[in-house]
Structure formats: C-alpha cells, structure tokens
C-alpha cells in the first residue's frame, strides 16, 4: 500500500526516525524520466493470449481470477525469493509479485482479460524511498503502460483489484491459496467444487507443450547439461567433495543462465543415494562411491529440466555398482523405447518396472519366485520406490492436478513432455539383500518428448551408458 511520508511505519529498532521537509523536498525533484517506449512483446506473447482465448472458452459467462501470489516471509523482515504461480505465468508471461490476471465476461461468450499490477513507486509522496519495498529499495519495475506493451493485454493498478473485484456480478471462478486479500473479497461467492474445477482445468491445460514450451525445455536440458559438466570439473577423483559444494556449482549455471534451479538439488552421494529426496546434503562424496545428482535448471521464462545421472566419484564403476547400474540402464532404455503417441501414459512405467523385476529376481532376492511372480505381487517395489516418471514443464511435476482420465490413464500425445527416471536402491538397513548392496542407490532420469512419431530425448546431450559415462568423466578431468 503506498504511504505518504509522514504515515511511513520505521523498524523499531531503525536508526533513523523521519525526515525533514528539506529532504522530503529535494527527494522529489532532479530524477530523470526512464519510461521505455521501445519495448516489443514478450516472446511467447502470442502463446499466452491463444492460452488465455482456451481458457475463455471453457468458462463463458464467469469471472476467472488468477493470482500470482504474494511474497512469504523467510525470517523477520526478509521475504524467500519470489517466483509467480505457474497458473499465472503460464497466462500472461509475467513474473510479477501481488498481480493478478482478471477474465471478465462479455457476454454468453468471451471475456475481457486485464492484468491487475503493482505500478511505478510514487516519487511525490516519497514513496520510492521511504517504503522499503519502494523501487529505490527493490529496484525499477516497469510502468503499466511498459507492462501493457510486454504481455499484449490492458494492466490496471493492482490496488484497485479488490475493488473491481467486488463490483463484478458474473459467477466466480478463482484460483485459491496464494492471494489471501483476493481469497477474501471473493470468499461469499466462490465455491470449493467450483475454483477445484479450475484448477483442474488449468493444470490440464499444459498437458500438450506449444513451440515456445519445447523450445525453453530444450534449452533448459542444454543448461542442465552444462551444469553437470560443472560438477564433474568440481568432483575430486581420489579427494572427498562436499555435496554442498556440488549443489552451489550446479546453482551457479542455474543462476548464470537461467532464473534459479527448478527444484532442491539432489546431490547424494554413497548411501544417501537411497533417500529419493535427498536436499539436505550435508554429506561428503568419496572416492570408491556413487554420486547421484538430480538437477535441473529452471529459464528465465520458468520452464524446468529434470535430469538425473549417477556417477562414480572416482571415474569407474565397481563391478556390483556396474552390475545395478546397467539394470537400471536397460529399464530406462525399455521404458523410454515405450513413449510414443497413442501409447497408454502408463507404458513406459510399466516397460521399466518389469524390466527393473526381471533384473532384481535373477539376482535371488526373491527366492524361488518367478519375475512374472515377482512383478504381479509389486515384489520388486522394496527397491525401486516410485514410479517411472511424470510430467514435465513450468511445474517439475508439470500438470498434477488435471484430469486423471486424460493424464496417467490417457494416451501419450505429441507434444507432452514427461521424464523417464527408473532406479534402484538399497536401503542401507535393509537386512533382505546381501551386505554388499546395501547402500547403493542408482537413477537414471531423462527429458522425453513425445514427437509425432516416437519420442525425442531432449537431455540426450549427457551419457547415459556405463562406459560412455566413464569416459565421459574421463574427459572431463583431462
């Protein structure tokens, strides 16, 4: 909310407490004029409209609010970097914080679709730099009539949304949860079943990636790519590496190209590979034990890769570690051989589980079972957790809330996006398989696109065989 300079609230313990009228003054004259005229639409301008155009079908008649989320404190006075609701930027290509995207009805079909914005800071009444949010705090944001000409749609103040808001008489739909003041103008009129419908059909809306979304995955893999290639620059081959280390070299090329990292970085190495969401790393990786890295860069534009390889510390697999390592191997090459337009979205889970289930029984941890056995009774499970993959795209689980029917029991189209990820991994207290397995956790997870004639491995820039990734590892180090 702006202030005037006299109603500005200080830190209780700041050192300064108010100005004086002299400097009020003088903080208002002598600023040059930095409005932008030159600026072309954002890039993917003609994607959100047709997106928005989708969605205006869906709903005619009916007010439809997105928000893109307020800022969450981290600690005191001090917020966690901001990133939108992918719902709003997948509609607008904005990034703003506080915004929302309004749809309003224009009759039995069609809307009016205006972005609700924070504007420039107010120089008059100081609140540039009184307000510690001001644009002298936080920095230049961009006027509505510069945000007009970069989303291709009408921006209002965002000040004026409850308002707007209130005045509006076409039933609601809004995206709850991430704008508590929009939550609650709209809470008398908006229904539960309603604004869940909604969100359904957003998150279903991104099921099928348009040329600009494959394009920034693609880049996004490229990045990703680079960055592992960072780690193993990093990754002493008869020293110990922290994880820590190996987590803040990857953020450095997430950060370099890209807006941030599209998810925790996963950087386990040894046993701590057998934890499926391992983010604390806080461990070492040895010479003689696996690293596994999941990581993905997330680009200016929001859009994430999801790769996972496994590396050994020292450049060479081990014979047992060999041995799970190419289990895993053949399952991903049998589940990503099974994604291609019209299969069943299951497909490729089920290719790579059976093969994970073939591989685990021939080692005799299932006694006298049969693979077939073993596969029907989910047996094989104990070790490979989770299931094959998922969506992939401004979400790392892209898409997880949309209709089931036409997401994981739907048919594969071109254009989807999905990882294909299997592993192994034994548990380090897990007394049912030999000592010598315990503790080593495989993955192996790629960016498939589904093209219109079989798939497309967007992260095939990175090894992936046994060998190759030795050699890989090889070269890397000189």
């Given at each position: 909310?702006?202030?005037?300079?006299?109603?500005?609230?200080?830190?209780?313990?700041?050192?300064?407490?108010?100005?004086?009228?002299?400097?009020?003054?003088?903080?208002?004259?002598?600023?040059?004029?930095?409005?932008?005229?030159?600026?072309?639409?954002?890039?993917?301008?003609?994607?959100?409209?047709?997106?928005?155009?989708?969605?205006?079908?869906?709903?005619?008649?009916?007010?439809?609010?997105?928000?893109?989320?307020?800022?969450?404190?981290?600690?005191?006075?001090?917020?966690?970097?901001?990133?939108?609701?992918?719902?709003?930027?997948?509609?607008?290509?904005?990034?703003?914080?506080?915004?929302?995207?309004?749809?309003?009805?224009?009759?039995?079909?069609?809307?009016?679709?205006?972005?609700?914005?924070?504007?420039?800071?107010?120089?008059?009444?100081?609140?540039?730099?009184?307000?510690?949010?001001?644009?002298?705090?936080?920095?230049?944001?961009?006027?509505?009539?510069?945000?007009?000409?970069?989303?291709?749609?009408?921006?209002?103040?965002?000040?004026?949304?409850?308002?707007?808001?209130?005045?509006?008489?076409?039933?609601?739909?809004?995206?709850?949860?991430?704008?508590?003041?929009?939550?609650?103008?709209?809470?008398?009129?908006?229904?539960?079943?309603?604004?869940?419908?909604?969100?359904?059909?957003?998150?279903?809306?991104?099921?099928?990636?348009?040329?600009?979304?494959?394009?920034?995955?693609?880049?996004?893999?490229?990045?990703?790519?680079?960055?592992?290639?960072?780690?193993?620059?990093?990754?002493?081959?008869?020293?110990?590496?922290?994880?820590?280390?190996?987590?803040?070299?990857?953020?450095?090329?997430?950060?370099?190209?890209?807006?941030?990292?599209?998810?925790?970085?996963?950087?386990?190495?040894?046993?701590?590979?057998?934890?499926?969401?391992?983010?604390?790393?806080?461990?070492?990786?040895?010479?003689?034990?696996?690293?596994?890295?999941?990581?993905?860069?997330?680009?200016?534009?929001?859009?994430?890769?999801?790769?996972?390889?496994?590396?050994?510390?020292?450049?060479?697999?081990?014979?047992?570690?060999?041995?799970?390592?190419?289990?895993?191997?053949?399952?991903?090459?049998?589940?990503?051989?099974?994604?291609?337009?019209?299969?069943?979205?299951?497909?490729?889970?089920?290719?790579?589980?059976?093969?994970?289930?073939?591989?685990?029984?021939?080692?005799?941890?299932?006694?006298?079972?049969?693979?077939?056995?073993?596969?029907?009774?989910?047996?094989?499970?104990?070790?490979?957790?989770?299931?094959?993959?998922?969506?992939?795209?401004?979400?790392?689980?892209?898409?997880?809330?949309?209709?089931?029917?036409?997401?994981?029991?739907?048919?594969?189209?071109?254009?989807?996006?999905?990882?294909?990820?299997?592993?192994?991994?034994?548990?380090?207290?897990?007394?049912?398989?030999?000592?010598?397995?315990?503790?080593?956790?495989?993955?192996?997870?790629?960016?498939?696109?589904?093209?219109?004639?079989g798939n497309e491995n967007l992260s095939a820039a990175l090894p992936r065989r046994s060998d190759e990734v030795e050699a890989w590892l090889a070269a890397l180090r000189g």
């Open positions: 909310m702006t202030e005037s300079a006299d109603t500005i609230t200080y830190r209780k313990n700041g050192l300064t407490r108010g100005v004086t009228e002299e400097l009020a003054e003088s903080m208002k004259h002598g600023w040059a004029d930095t409005e932008r005229s030159d600026l072309a639409p954002l890039p993917q301008a003609g994607h959100t409209a047709r997106r928005r155009a989708e969605l205006s079908a869906a709903f005619p008649g009916e007010l439809l609010v997105v928000p893109a989320g307020n800022p969450k404190v981290r600690a005191n006075d001090t917020d966690y970097p901001f990133r939108p609701t992918s719902d709003y930027a997948y509609l607008t290509g904005d990034r703003s914080e506080d915004a929302v995207l309004v749809l309003e009805p224009t009759g039995d079909t069609g809307h009016r679709a205006a972005v609700y914005l924070r504007n420039r800071s107010d120089r008059e009444n100081g609140e540039f730099w009184l307000d510690t949010h001001g644009e002298l705090w936080d920095g230049r944001r961009n006027s509505l009539t510069e945000n007009e000409r970069l989303l291709g749609l009408p921006c209002r103040d965002v000040r004026g949304v409850r308002a707007d808001l209130r005045a509006a008489t076409a039933p609601v739909r809004v995206l709850r949860g991430h704008d508590a003041g929009v939550d609650e103008t709209l809470h008398e009129r908006a229904t539960a079943e309603r604004d869940e419908e909604f969100r359904v059909f957003l998150s279903g809306q991104r099921l099928v990636k348009d040329a600009f979304e494959i394009a920034e995955l693609r880049f996004a893999c490229e990045a990703t790519a680079r960055g592992f290639e960072d780690v193993v620059r990093v990754l002493g081959a008869d020293t110990e590496t922290a994880e820590r280390l190996i987590e803040g070299t990857f953020f450095v090329r997430a950060r370099v190209e890209g807006n941030d990292v599209g998810y925790g970085t996963i950087a386990a190495a040894g046993a701590h590979a057998t934890t499926m969401h391992w983010v604390r790393n806080d461990g070492r990786a040895k010479p003689g034990e696996l690293l596994l890295l999941d990581a993905g860069v997330e680009t200016h534009h929001l859009y994430t890769a999801d790769i996972t390889r496994t590396l050994p510390v020292d450049g060479r697999f081990s014979d047992l570690q060999r041995k799970v390592y190419d289990a895993v191997y053949a399952a991903q090459e049998a589940g990503i051989a099974a994604v291609r337009p019209g299969a069943d979205f299951r497909d490729f889970h089920r290719a790579a589980q059976r093969e994970l289930a073939e591989h685990l029984t021939s080692w005799g941890l299932f006694g006298d079972l049969t693979a077939d056995k073993v596969y029907e009774l989910g047996l094989h499970r104990r070790f490979t957790l989770a299931g094959t993959g998922h969506m992939l795209g401004i979400d790392v689980h892209d898409c997880a809330h949309s209709r089931t029917e036409i997401h994981v029991d739907g048919p594969l189209r071109p254009g989807m996006v999905l990882t294909v990820e299997p592993g192994i991994y034994f548990q380090q207290d897990d007394l049912t398989v030999p000592a010598e397995y315990r503790g080593i956790g495989v993955r192996i997870e790629d960016d498939i696109l589904v093209t219109e004639d």
